[in-house]
């Protein structure tokens, strides 16, 4: 009984996925929800390779010209050919449209906002030997908005990522990985590069 | 005798099922469903691998669909397997081009793989199941011959990089071919044919 119930439920939802999105009163309010994939282009060293990775985010809009964008993503990367790095993200940016209009088929953005970051140096051949931090950072680029139907579209920003946290260093001698953790806070920073779907649920307000 | 009345009445609801498709043509509010077998073939390593997928997808208008998929490692049709497990699980978007009953479409699914590789001989090391952020990118084609019923074929190709490997990344990229009988269902009623 329970089972059926949740199923009409379910068709109900959809259904209602159907219709064009209803518009209360401005575009403030809708909500959407989106799958992403990224390019991080870290410049730390010679040992840095580029990282890809995937993740998601919700919308929130709060004005005709600003929407809030709330995201985590994870990301993989290799350190030369003797360690890997794993970057999650969770975070928040603002994003700024720079077109009145709105729903041009592109619609470029500015976006500002913060992040944490949980940051993960692993060994190769020892699993045991890892190195990791938490850290906080501030992020800033732009985007433009490809609108493929009034409630789906295709995004595609690029910002720039300051990082403040401990820094480590990856280093192979004779074929034994270390890592080094620098004393104190230390500032880093890399670009990001992320193609997301986003899907129009709902006006909430 | 028997057995010739059941085939004709199961021929007469095979033909009434097909014109009732021809009618068919607004497929917004259309959730689909399916299961099949996939073959795929690596890019960077000879393994004709075969995976268990299914997917479940929703049409919230006649040209997009928003679409999960799900693909499980079965074997390797080669003696020596590069993969000794994997999992593959997609979320996106695809684009439609519909037309009459037939429909081609292209789409892009961010992911992750939950994968193991198998032991190697070039490096004899055995790795340990990892989470892997993936990428696939899709292109298929439908064809609604019935209410409930489509046949498919697609092409997807993950992008995949197995990391922590000996000698740095495993490239384990993968173009899959799919193909096979598909289920629908129109959570909206039907605007009529012109």
Redesign the interface.
Same mark, same amino acid.
């Given at each position: 009984m329970r089972t059926i119930s949740n199923l009409l439920a379910l /068709?109900v939802f959809?259904?209602a996925? *159907?219709q064009p999105l209803k518009q209360k009163n401005t575009p403030a309010g809708i909500f959407s929800l989106g799958?992403?994939?990224c390019i991080g282009l870290v410049n730390d060293g010679q040992w840095q390779r580029t990282a890809?990775?995937?993740?998601g985010q919700f919308r929130i809009q709060f004005s005709d010209r600003v929407n809030t964008e709330w995201f985590a993503d994870? /990301?993989?990367?290799?350190l030369?050919?003797y360690?890997?790095r *794993?970057d999650t993200h969770i975070g928040w940016s603002v994003m700024y449209y720079l077109t009145k209009k709105p729903q041009p088929l592109v619609r470029p953005y500015v976006l500002a906002g913060h992040c944490f970051e949980y940051l993960k140096f692993?060994d190769?051949?020892d699993?045991s030997n890892f190195a990791e931090r938490w850290s906080a950072s501030v992020q800033g680029g732009a985007g433009a908005q490809l609108n493929?139907?009034p409630? /789906?579209d295709?995004s595609l920003a690029a910002q720039y990522m300051l990082h403040l946290g401990t820094k480590i260093k990856p280093a192979n001698t004779e074929g034994v990985t270390t890592f080094s953790k620098s004393e104190g806070l230390g500032i880093h920073d890399h670009i990001l590069l992320h /193609?997301s779907?986003n899907?129009k649920i709902a006006d909430l307000w | 005798m028997v057995r010739k009345t059941f085939f004709a009445i199961a021929l007469i609801i095979g033909l009434q099922s097909i014109l009732q498709a021809q009618d068919f043509y607004d497929r917004s509010g259309l959730l689909k469903a399916n299961l099949t077998f996939n073959q795929g073939f690596m890019l960077f390593h000879k393994a004709p691998n075969v995976y268990l997928g299914g997917n479940l997808e929703y049409f919230p208008d006649q040209n997009i669909s928003i679409r999960g998929d799900c693909f499980w490692y079965l074997d390797s049709r080669r003696e020596n397997p590069v993969l000794k497990q994997s999992t593959l699980v997609f979320f996106g978007a695809l684009f439609h081009l519909p037309k009459g009953k037939s429909d081609f479409y292209t789409g892009i699914q961010p992911g992750f793989a939950f994968t193991r590789p198998a032991l190697l001989s070039s490096t004899d090391q055995s790795y340990p199941l990892r989470m892997m952020p993936s990428l696939a990118l899709s292109l298929g084609y439908s064809f609604y011959f019935s209410r409930f019923c489509n046949f498919f074929v697609g092409v997807n190709y993950f992008v995949l990089r197995y990391r922590g490997a000996g000698n740095g990344s495993l490239k384990l990229d993968e173009l899959m071919i799919s193909g096979g009988l598909g289920f629908h269902l129109s959570t909206k009623k039907q605007k009529p044919a012109n």
């Open positions: /068709l959809v259904s996925q *159907a799958a992403r994939t890809f990775g995937t993740g994870h /990301l993989k990367a290799d030369s050919d360690a890997w *794993a692993t190769n051949n699993g493929i139907s409630r /789906l295709l /193609l779907i899907y | -």
